[in-house]
């Protein structure tokens, strides 16, 4: 049998066109706030295949690369990317929903189910019966860390359970 070889130039480049289109659609949803369902996932997760195909598409091309990094525009469009890219580490005293959701997040997981009920309006036998149903078991006292951790449930399943599921 004949291995089948498929050659860089023809897959790089045709990965890179396609994650650039998805990386920008959902990049642009979650700019909007519109990252319902699988957006942020999507995007996060492919995120990496536009690296491999970007790497890939850079192999290819890296005479081209170099002969743009020897013309003064060429440094300047790197160094002000590169610049960017540092200035992006800092919060610069701006606090964002992305910064907040996980501290937010630790903190549900923390709190007794009790608690948690409150939150949603429901009386902590509401949520107990919920996570029952899910064969789960679980008390008023107990948090949602303890939870999964004896139940061996994904703990965002726990607090889709807790928050969505009515």
Same mark, same amino acid.
């Given at each position: 049998m004949q291995a089948i070889r498929v050659s860089l130039r023809r897959w790089a480049t045709p990965l890179v066109i396609g994650a650039f289109l998805l990386m920008s659609i959902t990049g642009v949803l979650m700019f909007f706030e519109l990252d319902v369902g699988l957006v942020a996932v999507v995007h996060q997760w492919f &995120? #990496?295949?536009? $690296? +491999?195909?970007?790497?890939?598409?850079? !192999?290819?091309?890296?005479?081209?690369? *170099?002969?743009?990094? &020897?013309?003064? #525009?060429?440094?300047?469009?790197? =160094? %002000?990317? !590169?610049?960017?890219?540092? =200035? !992006? $580490?800092? &919060?610069?005293?701006? %606090?964002?929903?992305?910064?907040?959701?996980?501290?937010?997040?630790? /903190? $549900?997981?923390?709190?007794?189910?009790? =608690?948690? /009920?409150?939150?949603? *309006?429901? !009386?902590?036998?509401?949520?107990?019966?919920?996570?029952?149903?899910?064969? +789960?078991?679980?008390d008023s006292d107990d948090s949602l860390r303890d939870v999964a951790l004896r139940s061996g449930s994904d703990e965002n399943r726990l607090l889709a359970i807790v928050f969505f599921l009515n």
């Open positions: &995120s #990496w295949i536009f $690296l +491999i195909g970007a790497g890939a598409h850079l !192999a290819l091309n890296w005479r081209p690369f *170099r002969n743009h990094l &020897s013309s003064g #525009w060429g440094r300047v469009s790197i =160094a %002000i990317f !590169a610049a960017l890219t540092v =200035a !992006a $580490l800092f &919060s610069w005293g701006l %606090i964002t929903g992305p910064q907040i959701a996980r501290p937010i997040e630790e /903190a $549900l997981m923390d709190a007794p189910i009790a =608690a948690l /009920a409150a939150m949603t *309006r429901n !009386a902590p036998e509401t949520v107990i019966g919920r996570l029952a149903a899910d064969g +789960i078991v679980a």
